[in-house]
């Protein structure tokens, strides 16, 4: 299974009392953000994080085998599944799937992707350019993307991981 991509540059800025146990909890500073341990996300020129509004982009149209399904052994789009999800809405961009984020007390990360369904193009979330977003309390890595689509037919394409960020302006 491919390793996720992160290498730890966007570690919490602040400090508080529970640092020393590790935990990163920030009182009025940085917003908590914590980036899945062995993530290494893409990165510009000079090694700044790539940005979204507040959000790093974590990972691009990142693909896995699929491991059953109809669609077993073919390499195809895969979207986050963790406990720590929390809705989802619809979109037709990004910068809106992150602002849908912002208005969400406790949301901290955004996979955005298409989920695509060729005989369900009359469901809105299967409708061509209809961008999916999935929101979650905690940012999660690609050892989560396990959702490859399949369940009803279709497939997931262009899935893209965001998590707020300190690094990013916020």
């Known amino acids: 299974m491919p390793q996720p991509l992160w290498d730890g540059g966007d570690s919490v800025k602040c400090k508080s009392i529970f640092s020393r146990f590790g ?3 920030c009182f009025g500073g940085n917003k908590f953000t ?3 341990w062995g993530c290494k996300p893409p990165t510009s020129g ?3 994080p790539v940005c979204d509004l507040t959000y790093q982009v974590q990972y691009v149209d990142y693909k896995i085998v699929a491991p059953n399904g109809h669609l077993q052994g073919q390499t195809v ?13 619809l979109a037709n961009n990004v910068d809106d ?3 849908a984020c912002d208005g969400i007390e406790g949301c901290k990360f955004v996979n955005t992707y298409y989920d ?3 005989d369900q193009e009359d469901v ?3 409708a061509p350019g209809v961008l999916t977003c999935a929101m979650f309390s905690k940012c999660v890595g690609t050892e ?5 689509g399949g369940q009803d037919g279709g497939q997931i394409y262009n899935s893209n991981g965001y998590c707020k960020s300190g690094a990013c302006g916020q």
């Open 46 to 48: 000079g090694n700044q």
């Open 97 to 99: 799937c992150l602002r």
């Open 34 to 36: 914590n980036l899945p």
């Open 116 to 118: 695509t369904n060729a």
């Open 144 to 148: 989560q993307n396990n959702n490859f």
């Open 23 to 25: 935990l990163n909890i």
């Open 77 to 89: 789009g895969s979207a986050t599944q963790d406990p720590s999800y929390m809705t989802y809405t």
């Open 124 to 126: 809105p979330k299967h």
